[in-house]
Nanobody, 129 residues
Framework: QVQLVESGGGSVQAGGSLRLSCAASGVTVSSTCMSWFRQAAGKEREEVAHIDIGGFTTYADPVNGRFTISKERAESTLYTLYLEMNGLKPEDTAMYYC????????????????????WGQGTQVTVSS
């Protein structure tokens, strides 16, 4: 069973940076796609970026060039997923969630929440102008 725990959220001013982390345990070869989603108040949850088992990344247009997704393997089934966020804007304010799924990531195509099997509890990011 995959377990995901996010950390690193907080409050920053516009233009600032934050790095989110997601401790992922129980990850197997089948859990080949890992992702960051966000959900702003009153809006649907949307995918920000995902990374496949080989390290190929796909980003949503609003964050492309400002956010960087990466992962680090600590043990055979233990990973840390990161989201480095630079040039933050007030519209980036949201709850950010880490997610994983038991199938491959599509390249260049963003996915929906229903496409993912495992979720973290979320971490809040607030950007003030």
């Amino acid at each position: 069973q995959v377990q995901l725990v996010e950390s690193g959220g907080g409050s920053v001013q516009a233009g600032g940076s934050l790095r989110l982390s997601c401790a992922a345990s129980g990850v197997t070869v089948s859990s080949t796609c890992m992702s960051w989603f966000r959900q702003a108040a009153g809006k649907e949850r949307e995918e920000v970026a995902h990374i496949d088992i080989g390290g190929f990344t796909t980003y949503a247009d609003p964050v492309n060039g400002r956010f960087t997704i990466s992962k680090e393997r600590a043990e055979s089934t233990l990973y840390t997923l990161y989201l480095e966020m630079n040039g933050l804007k007030p519209e980036d304010t949201a709850m950010y969630y880490c997610a994983a799924r038991n199938s491959r990531c599509p390249r260049y195509l963003l996915l929906k929440p229903a496409d993912y099997h495992y979720w973290g509890q979320g971490t809040q990011v607030t950007v003030s102008s």
